[in-house]
Each structure stands twice: as structure tokens, then as C-alpha cells.
């Protein structure tokens, strides 16, 4: 994969001396080019708020204690963002990167609603969500070149949930929903966990950029 001079080039005083084995180098080259995926502690607040929602159900769902949450979730977000950039600086990616992103995205929103419409609409005895959340990770650990294994392990724990109604131990409709315990307890142990690991993957990779330098890329 191609990456901008300015993507290669790191805030602190790391020269890419420091990088010079092959194995170093295209872990950089994946730290780069998925920056802001590996910003792992940016999803823990909605991996909360999902488990909130498996512990308090109903009562999670009310207008507004759901609309609060939700918005605290969005908020530490955007903070926790703030955090990334002033440690480890930022990264400027070229356009067909994030035109590559922005298609996968929209193709897996896609795939969960038409998923999830046929999971309804002709009464499949599978979890269409799960089985496209565990093609998501898929996707995302071969992105990573195989380096990022815990996708590997979460593509495989979606793949089995996703099989639980066919092996009548639950209902498709025990997954999500108010007070759905599974569903809820699932999607936000696998968005913390994921994000403290990705967290490390990074801090492995970079260290934090010095107070006083004043670059601002990767």
C-alpha cells in the first residue's frame, strides 16, 4: 500500500532508524494507514453504553436517559480524540484511503439492513447481524495484514452468536432490544475489549510525541 511521505513521518524524535526491520516497517505502515481505528479508547464510552443498555434495559431506553447517555458516549468520543492528537499527532491519509474506508462502511450498513429485513422477513433461523459483524472483523484483519489476531478471534466469536438461534439455544430476537441481556452484554464486551487492545497495538507501535515539539503528522 502507498502512503504519503507525510504519513511516514512520525511527531517525535523517532527516525525510521528505529524502524528497520521489515516487520517494524509495515507495522508502522498499518499503524499509519489505520490511525484512526486503532484509536481504541475512543470506543470504549459506546462499549459502556452497550453494556449499560444489557444491565438496565428498559429503563436505558427511556427518551431521556437513552438521548443523555448516548450524547455522554458521543462526547468523551470527540474528547478522547483530543487525547490521540495531542500525544501521538495525527495522520494526513491520501483520498483513495478514505474513499476505501467510506466504501466499506456503507457496503456492511447495508449488508446489516438487508441482513437483519431478510432475518425478518422470511423468519431466518440465524442472527444476520452477528454474521455480518463477524465479516466486518474479518475484513478488518486481513486490512491489518493478519497483524491485529484479536479481529480474528471477535470475527469468530460473531460467527458462533450468530449461529446460537439455528441451535435453538436462543431466538434471533434475544439478541437486541429493550432488555435484551445478550445482545447488549456481547456488543459492549467486545468494543472494550477490542479498544484496549487496539489502544496497546498503538503505544507499542508510536511513542507519545514530546510537550514541547510542535509537529503535527504521523
Known amino acids: 500500500m502507498d502512503y504519503d511521505v507525510s504519513v511516514m513521518q512520525t511527531t517525535s524524535s523517532q527516525s525510521m532508524a528505529e524502524f528497520s526491520s521489515r516487520a517494524d516497517l509495515r507495522r508502522l505502515q498499518d499503524v499509519a ?43 468523551l468520543f470527540a474528547w478522547i480524540g483530543l487525547y490521540y492528537k495531542r500525544t501521538f499527532g495525527r495522520v494526513r491519509r491520501r483520498l483513495r484511503h478514505h474513499i476505501r474506508d467510506g466504501l466499506a462502511v456503507a457496503f456492511f450498513l447495508i449488508a446489516i439492513f438487508l441482513g437483519v429485513w431478510a432475518e425478518i422477513r422470511f423468519g431466518l433461523p440465524i442472527s444476520t447481524f452477528w454474521l455480518t459483524f463477524s465479516g466486518l472483523f ?36 434475544d439478541f437486541f432490544g429493550p432488555g435484551k441481556f445478550l445482545g447488549n452484554l456481547a456488543l459492549g464486551g467486545t468494543y472494550i475489549l477490542v479498544g484496549i487492545i487496539d489502544h496497546l497495538y498503538l503505544v507499542r507501535s508510536f511513542k507519545p510525541v514530546p510537550v514541547e515539539s510542535d509537529a503535527d503528522t504521523l
Open 33 to 75: 494507514g489505520n490511525y484512526s481505528q486503532l484509536q481504541g479508547l475512543r470506543i470504549i464510552p459506546f462499549g459502556l453504553f452497550f453494556l449499560a443498555n444489557a444491565l438496565y434495559g428498559e429503563q436505558m431506553m427511556e427518551g431521556p436517559v437513552f438521548i443523555a447517555t448516548f450524547m455522554a458516549a458521543l462526547i
Open 138 to 173: 474479518l475484513y478488518l484483519y486481513f486490512c491489518s495484514g493478519g497483524r491485529r489476531r484479536h479481529y480474528l478471534a471477535v470475527a469468530a466469536g460473531g460467527a458462533l452468536l450468530s449461529l446460537l438461534p439455528a441451535l435453538g439455544l436462543v431466538t434471533p430476537e
